[in-house]
């Protein structure tokens, strides 16, 4: 297994924040061998930012797409993600990154995730945690992501978990999705709080181009279309409503989630995930997420293909992250 690692980017109107992301990549203690944006019909200055740093890095290629008229979230970043990886090989790469132009990344996270992937032959999609900066104190503040998934701003793949799932569901919560059919077939999906691997989010998750309100309209709507059971709905919006906008944004998640069971909007149709994801489900319940996670990744350790692992990458890479 070498360390050659490719990112796909799928934007649009990010000139705000673009230069941010493109330096932190530039930066990294190990350069990717190929990033390609999709730059998904900007209508701001972002093409022309994204042409420039092409033109000084080799390894940056820019697809651009026609304005398709508006921001497209969910199904629509899939398809510009779909966009950027139709021109790639990936049997050229060992690792995969689907990643937002609105972050900044500490310089040694992608060997850093890199030697985690050498070291766990399991592990098949994982990330750090997101950071953003509170309004009102302007602290770094966590988003509050759980461990047992990678987040969807970030999500660092190895090209053979990523095939063995069918690659990403062009619809809301395809980033909840991704996880839990890793699980299902025997990998580890995880994220870790620690500072070397805390990025800050720029537009901080579930905002939403409109308003926060719409995002978590948008997060109920996913987890209905996922498959999630109404109890586990409402035991999640109850600890939403805990957090900003406190009350109001876990009672629109329960709104998004109530509306689309009411008009009988089509959900995942893979019944077998569904019921695998309602059994993790009711174990998180009972025991909360973490040993729920724990529980269930040992039992599918069997559905598991043992990919090869090179402990001197290993040992090279965790001395570069020391």
């Known amino acids: ?11 649009r109107n990010e000139a705000k924040f673009a230069r941010k992301t493109l330096d932190s990549v530039v930066n990294q203690a190990i350069q990717p061998a190929l990033w390609v944006i999709v730059d998904d019909g900007s209508t701001d200055e972002t093409p022309a930012i994204l042409d ?22 969910g199904g629509g970043v899939v398809e510009a993600f779909n966009a950027g ?10 690792f995969l990154c689907k990643l937002d132009l609105d972050l900044i990344l500490p310089p040694r996270y992608f060997p850093m995730l890199i030697a985690r992937m050498h070291q766990n032959p399991r592990l098949g999609s994982c990330s750090g945690k997101p950071y953003y900066v509170h309004p009102t104190t302007g602290i770094l503040t966590s988003e509050g992501c759980g461990d047992e998934t990678s987040i969807g701003a970030s999500k660092f793949y190895r090209v053979t978990c990523f095939r063995q799932i069918g690659g990403f569901v062009p619809e809301v919560m395809w980033d909840g999705i991704d996880c839990h059919r890793c699980r299902m077939l025997g990998w580890i999906a995880c994220s870790w709080d620690e500072p070397e691997l805390r990025f800050v989010h720029l537009r901080p998750m579930g905002s939403s181009v409109t308003n926060i309100f719409t995002g978590r309209l948008r997060w109920g709507f996913g987890q209905y ?6 109890t586990y709905m409402l035991v999640s919006a109850l600890f939403r409503m805990s957090k900003r906008p406190y009350l109001v944004g876990g009672l629109c998640m329960l709104w998004g989630y109530v509306r689309a069971w009411r008009q009988r909007t089509p959900r995942y149709a893979d019944q077998k995930f569904r019921t695998f994801i309602h059994r993790y489900q009711r174990r998180c319940l009972i025991y909360g997420k973490r040993r729920a996670t724990e529980i269930t990744n040992s039992e599918q350790a069997t559905q598991f293909k043992q990919p090869t692992v090179d402990s001197g990458k290993a040992r090279r890479l965790s001395a570069i992250c020391e």
């Open 52 to 73: 420039e740093y092409a033109a000084k890095h080799d390894f940056i290629r820019v697809v651009h797409r026609t304005d398709r008229g508006t921001r497209s979230v």
């Open 225 to 230: 279309f996922m498959g999630t059971g109404l």
């Open 85 to 94: 990886l139709e021109t790639v090989d990936l049997n050229q790469f060992d």
């Open 1 to 11: 297994m070498s360390d050659r690692y490719v990112i796909i980017t799928p934007c």
